[in-house]
């Protein structure tokens, strides 16, 4: 074999060993977003917080309500404390926004917002569900993340004080406010 040859084998052979390398090389996965919730949380004196199918099902009915009309709102489905309620938490709380198409760039607007960074914090919090919906013009994500704790009851109480109350806390306009249309302040693609 010519130069042709030799040079021919030398590239298939770099080739190969680069792709022995590549598969080799550990896989390394993203985060999920009770990962990256629940690594915020820990660098900040709380505690992890683990997905829940049941409020994963609320921030989804959130999430595309909030799609379907196109509007970003915390009313859309009715009040949060009757949204939350079958999830039998003493204290939960609510993150939407719109924007972006990843939750990684999603929470950092929601840490840098001081509404929802006290929500991401929320005091024994132990559970969250996270979901996103695309409006009908595919152009515009919804988000909706609910985060809940104090799911056990206070020792020592009579059964209706085992009843769950729900502390809502959340950025909302006031009432007598602007419609959630209109913006005062535009952060990252965050209407406040």
């Known amino acids: 074999m010519g130069a042709w040859g030799t040079t021919t084998r030398r590239m298939v052979s770099g080739i190969m060993a680069g792709l022995v390398l590549l598969a080799a090389a550990p896989v390394i996965a993203a985060e999920s977003p009770a990962e990256l919730i629940s690594g915020f949380r820990l660098k900040h004196g709380e505690a992890r917080v683990v997905r829940d199918a049941t409020l994963d099902r609320i921030a989804l009915e959130q999430a595309r309500a909030m799609a379907a009309k196109d509007d970003l709102s915390h009313e859309v489905l009715?009040?949060?404390?009757?949204?939350?309620?079958?999830?039998?938490?003493?204290?939960?709380?609510?993150?939407?926004?719109?924007?972006?198409?990843?939750?990684?760039?999603?929470?950092?607007?929601?840490?840098?917002?001081?509404?929802?960074?006290?929500?991401?914090?929320?005091?024994?919090?132990?559970?969250?569900?996270?979901?996103?919906?695309?409006?009908?013009?595919?152009?515009?994500?919804?988000?909706?993340?609910?985060?809940?704790?104090?799911?056990?009851?206070?020792?020592?109480?009579?059964?209706?004080?085992?009843?769950?109350?729900?502390?809502?806390k959340r950025e909302a306009a006031p009432p007598s406010g602007p419609k959630s249309k209109d913006c005062h302040v535009k952060l990252l693609s965050l209407c406040i």
């Open 78 to 168: 009715g009040s949060f404390t009757r949204r939350v309620a079958p999830a039998h938490a003493g204290r939960a709380a609510e993150n939407i926004a719109y924007g972006y198409d990843n939750f990684e760039k999603t929470l950092g607007q929601w840490i840098d917002s001081s509404g929802h960074r006290k929500n991401l914090l929320l005091h024994n919090a132990s559970r969250v569900g996270i979901a996103s919906a695309r409006n009908a013009s595919g152009k515009r994500t919804y988000w909706a993340m609910v985060i809940a704790g104090d799911y056990e009851p206070k020792p020592g109480k009579g059964k209706k004080d085992k009843e769950p109350v729900v502390a809502v």
